[in-house]
């Protein structure tokens, strides 16, 4: 179907990028997906979901590639699937579950739930994140499932905030940052993290795809939202979907693409320029 390409792999933010930030319908861009694992175009999905989340989607659409969970929290490895790994990566927890090699970069949730309540306790904040609410009031509030929501609350590398009073917003963020901890605003809520995000787990994969692949590599990244501009700003062509509201959201990333298409259709816009570029890329 397609002439002689370069080699690309795909770094691809999962809510309102690849899948429908309220519905969850990952019907749209699913067979494009498939495409790009048939033609060997890594896709690496690199979203705030968990682990749990993201296995369902990589076996719903036959991904046997790295992902990146939580926001960089972490990236998970399918065993063998690189030969080495470079120093660089030495000074990060390094372990193997099942049958991936899992790379931590980010702080374990306790600790930052630990410091999220001495904020609540120290300057009288009220908020909720996932730790302080039911599945089913969490259900409620997302409009997920109760199984969604399983998968959602098994967060290991951050907490995400579904609760706070707008008014009191800056100063939280203020008091979480001199904690050392960061504030990543997503599609619909936010997540603390230890400081990770995820172009540190970008960073670390390109690296390893250079190694791996030993030739030049085109790299890819489409977003939607504030907490991707540090993944693009990585990637040798960064992309942008619109938001729901049909505007992009405002990021500083140098020759940033903007898709005139909502989530999923401007995923697939990012899919056909994929495409073209790697094409045109031979000598």
């Given amino acids: 179907m397609y002439s002689q390409m370069a080699q690309g792999v795909v770094f691809s933010d999962i809510d309102g990028t690849l899948i429908d930030i309220f519905t969850g319908h990952f019907s749209k861009t699913k067979k494009f997906v498939r495409e790009l694992v048939r033609i060997k175009i890594p896709v690496v999905l690199c979203s705030s979901k968990t682990k749990a989340e993201q296995v369902l989607i990589r076996k719903e659409a036959g991904l ?10 972490a990236i998970y490895i399918p065993l063998g699937y690189f030969e080495d790994f470079p120093e660089a990566i030495s000074k990060y927890r ?8 899992v790379i931590e970069l980010g702080k ?48 290991e590398y951050g907490e995400t905030i579904l609760e706070i009073n707008k008014n009191d917003l800056q100063y939280f963020v203020t008091k979480v940052e001199e904690l050392g901890l960061k504030v990543i605003f997503g599609g619909r809520f936010f997540d603390i993290t230890g400081g990770n995000d995820k172009g540190m787990a970008v960073k670390l994969l390109i690296e390893l795809y250079r190694q791996k692949y030993k030739c030049d590599v085109a790299f ?20 942008l979907v619109q938001r729901m509201d049909k505007t992009w959201q ?13 989530g999923p259709e401007g995923w697939i816009l990012a899919f056909n320029k994929i495409l073209n570029i790697l094409e045109n890329k031979l000598p």
């Fill in 250 to 262: 405002p990021l500083n990333v140098n020759g940033l693409n903007r898709l005139e298409g909502i």
């Fill in 108 to 155: 374990q949730v306790a600790q930052i739930r630990s410091d999220l309540q001495s904020i609540r306790d120290d300057y009288n904040l009220e908020f909720k994140g996932i730790s302080d609410l039911s599945i089913d009031k969490i259900s409620k509030l997302t409009d997920m499932s109760r199984e969604a929501v399983s998968n959602m609350i098994q967060r």
């Fill in 220 to 239: 890819f990244g489409i977003g939607d939202s504030k907490n991707d501009e540090s993944m693009l700003k990585i990637v040798d062509y960064p992309m």
């Fill in 64 to 73: 046997p590639d790295p992902f990146i969970v939580e926001n960089g929290g």
């Fill in 94 to 101: 390094v372990k193997t579950i099942g049958n991936f090699k």
